[in-house]
Structures are given as structure tokens and as C-alpha cells.
């Protein structure tokens, strides 16, 4: 492991981070745009469910996939909303989904493996793949940033593609052709699909697909989902995965041996999160929108060209060279943004998360008017 470590690059945000942190140290208004974290707080019900779960002695090592009442109630939602046909035996609770990414990775690739990223993609993914000791292959999105050409990458080494929808950094929802698509490749090829569908209840055009309940897909396919977004329960740590009884065996192995299984009482949270009132999330969907429409009239307004954000909250933002935009916005105008480095190729971006309150957006955008004039 420790080689392959060496593989894992300290992540471009860091730098922009500590200066982020460096200039509000010395009183500065800085800006907080970086962040893939909703600023709601968690809404009170399912907070008070996880205290009603201690107080009631639910404090003990539950079974290594979750409790029985989250698997059967994941199971039931993927079911209805996400046309999976998932049983209880298909489900295994995971601390967030990154580490259901990772337990995937960890089950499914051996040395040598080749996985199809989609460049520009989340950084965790990358980052698991090699601690997999597998071969991260990056393939670039054509323009609409809603399509790749995976065939053209695709060679006997190939064992998976991991596909997010919608989409960090860009905001894409992958339109049904293009999953069609990349289900075609899988079954034609033998190969795993990782679907991450953490943001798909953050919506705001198209249509949320979930590529496990294409035909022929189920079996192959890992979907990876949770509470962090859709609930604003980042630090509860809280995911699932659904995939074969098999590949959810090998995962639990991994599982069982590192961190036994998530928190007690947290998974209690997460079940009332998933049977409870869901206008919550309708609320901060919401509240999300408004901020987007608001950042792309403001950029509209700037002639700034970006990808258009139809789900997720972040806005993918051409700027030139975009560390170095990154780096002269926060210094002039404390405004922290994420480099499109961080994700891949797409250098001339940065990444504008709007999971701020609506005061911030205002205020990024006469700053950004300011820094442009
Ligand atoms: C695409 C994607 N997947 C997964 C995660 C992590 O989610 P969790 O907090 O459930 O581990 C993030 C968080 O930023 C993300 O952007």
C-alpha cells in the first residue's frame, strides 16, 4: 500500500484551502465556494430519532451490513423510486457513500484492472482505484459534457466504468441515451458499472435514471448512494451500495474487518430520513434552485461561459486558466473556488459550489463583476 500511495496526488484544493483559512485568520471576508456540503443543518426529526435511538440503549454492534430495518427500507425505495429490483440481501449500509466506493473497489478490482473515469470527475474516485491497485483510464466528455467516447478505450484490461449522476463537478444529468449507452458497453465487454447517484435528488432539469434497472444491468452493476446531500447529514456518515448478493458478500467482508459496520444510532437516523416527511428535502431542493438560477442569470449577466447545472449544486465555470483564477480570486477578492484541476484535465475551469446561503451567492457574484472589471 505505502507504494501505491505514492501514486495518490496531495489534492489541488489543498493549497487553496490553507490560504482560504490563512486569510480569514487575519480578518478577512472570505467566501466559502469550495465546499460539496449543503449549509442546512440537518432536519430535526431525524435528529431526534438518532438521540431517541440512544436513549433507548441503541448503542450496541449491530450486524455488519446495517440493521435489518435500513435494508429493507433501502431496499423498498430503490425498488419505487429508482425501478432497482433490490431485496434486503442486495443492500449493505456503509459509512457514507465514499466508503461504499471504496469497499466496491477494494471487492471487485485486482492488480492491473483498468476503470473508465469520466473526465472531469469527482477525486475520490481515481484515488480509490489506485488504492485498489488498479489503473485509473481517464476519458474526456465531447462539449455537451453529457456524452464520452468510451468505446474508444475500452481493451481486454477493462473491468469497470464508474458513472455519476448527476454529475460532480459539472452539474450534468446524464441524459438515457448516454447511460443506454454505457450499459451496452458493460454487458457487451463483461464489465462492472459504478453508478454514484448521491445527488439525485438534487434536481432541477431532466430526469434522474439509475442504470442498475436497465435490462441485464442489475447483476452488474454497483449503485452508490446516501445521506450526506439529500438530507444535509455530511458528518453522520451515512451510504449504501446495492449490487449482487454476491458482490454485497465481498464487500461485507471488507466491512466486517475494518470498521464493522456504520454507527448505531446513525443508521437509525437514516431510516427515519428515508420513511419520514420528504418535503425537507423538497425544501432545500428548493432553496438550491433559486441560488442556481441566480448564479447562472449573474454569469449570464458577466458573459462568463459554464456548463448549464441541471442537478447537484455546483456550477462548472470557464475561466482561462483556472488555478490560477482560483488562487488571484481568493487573494483579491476572498472568494475560495476549487481549480478544475482537482478533477481531471479541465484545467481552464473552476468548480463554484453554491451549497452556500443565498447571501454568499450574491456576494460571489458582485465580487466575481469586481474582479473582472
Ligand atoms: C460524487 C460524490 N460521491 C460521493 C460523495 C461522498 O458522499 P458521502 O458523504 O456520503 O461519503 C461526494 C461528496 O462530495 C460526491 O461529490
Redesign the pocket.
Known amino acids: 500500500m505505502r507504494e501505491r500511495l505514492k501514486l495518490i496526488k496531495p489534492s489541488a484544493t489543498l493549497r487553496i484551502s490553507a490560504l482560504a483559512k490563512e486569510l480569514a485568520k487575519q480578518g478577512k471576508p472570505v467566501i466559502n465556494m469550495s465546499a460539496?456540503?449543503p449549509d442546512f443543518k440537518t432536519p430535526d426529526h431525524i435528529v431526534e430519532s438518532a438521540i431517541k435511538a440512544l436513549k433507548e440503549g441503541k448503542h450496541f454492534y449491530t450486524p455488519t451490513k446495517g440493521i435489518p430495518e435500513l435494508l429493507e427500507a433501502i431496499a423498498e425505495k430503490v425498488n419505487r423510486e429508482n425501478g432497482i429490483p433490490a431485496k434486503p440481501e442486495n443492500v449493505i449500509v456503509t459509512a457514507?457513500?465514499?466508503?461504499g466506493?471504496f469497499l466496491a473497489m477494494q471487492a471487485l478490482l485486482d492488480e492491473g484492472d483498468e476503470v473508465i473515469l469520466l473526465d472531469p470527475a469527482?477525486v475520490?474516485y481515481e484515488a480509490n482505484v489506485l488504492m485498489a491497485n488498479a489503473r485509473p483510464v481517464w476519458v474526456r466528455h465531447d462539449e455537451s459534457f453529457e456524452d464520452a467516447p468510451i468505446e474508444d478505450y475500452i481493451t481486454p484490461k477493462t473491468k469497470m466504468i464508474v458513472v455519476?449522476t448527476p454529475n460532480?463537478p459539472t452539474g450534468v444529468v446524464y441524459p438515457k441515451s448516454f447511460l443506454k449507452k454505457v450499459a451496452d458497453l458493460a454487458i457487451d465487454h463483461d464489465l462492472y458499472v459504478l453508478s454514484?447517484e448521491?445527488?439525485e435528488k438534487i434536481i432541477y432539469e431532466g430526469k434522474h435514471y439509475s442504470i442498475a434497472s436497465f435490462d441485464g444491468m442489475f447483476e452488474r452493476t454497483i449503485t452508490?448512494n446516501?445521506?450526506?446531500?439529500a438530507y444535509s447529514m455530511?458528518g453522520w456518515?451515512?451510504?449504501y451500495a446495492i449490487a449482487s448478493e454476491e458482490i454485497i458478500r465481498d464487500m461485507n467482508k471488507i466491512q466486517s474487518h475494518s470498521i464493522s459496520h456504520p454507527t448505531s444510532f446513525v443508521q437509525y437516523a437514516g431510516l427515519t430520513a428515508l420513511k419520514g416527511d420528504q418535503s425537507c428535502v423538497d425544501r432545500m431542493v428548493e432553496a438550491f434552485r433559486r441560488r442556481r438560477d441566480l448564479i447562472i442569470n449573474g454569469l449570464d449577466d458577466l458573459g462568463v461561459e459554464y456548463v448549464k447545472p441541471k442537478g447537484a449544486f455546483y456550477v462548472f465555470m470557464k475561466v482561462g486558466n483556472g488555478t490560477e483564477f482560483a488562487e488571484r480570486f481568493l487573494r483579491e477578492e476572498f472568494v475560495a473556488v476549487t481549480p478544475g484541476e482537482a478533477f481531471g484535465s479541465y484545467k481552464d475551469y473552476v468548480r463554484v459550489s453554491y451549497a452556500t446561503s443565498e447571501r454568499d451567492v450574491k456576494e460571489f457574484l458582485s465580487r466575481l463583476k469586481k474582479y473582472f472589471s
Not at 446516501?226 to 446531500?229: I, L, M, N, T, V
Open positions: 460539496g456540503e457514507g457513500a465514499k466508503y466506493i469527482w475520490s455519476n460532480n454514484d448521491i445527488y452508490i446516501g445521506f450526506s446531500k455530511t456518515r451515512l451510504g
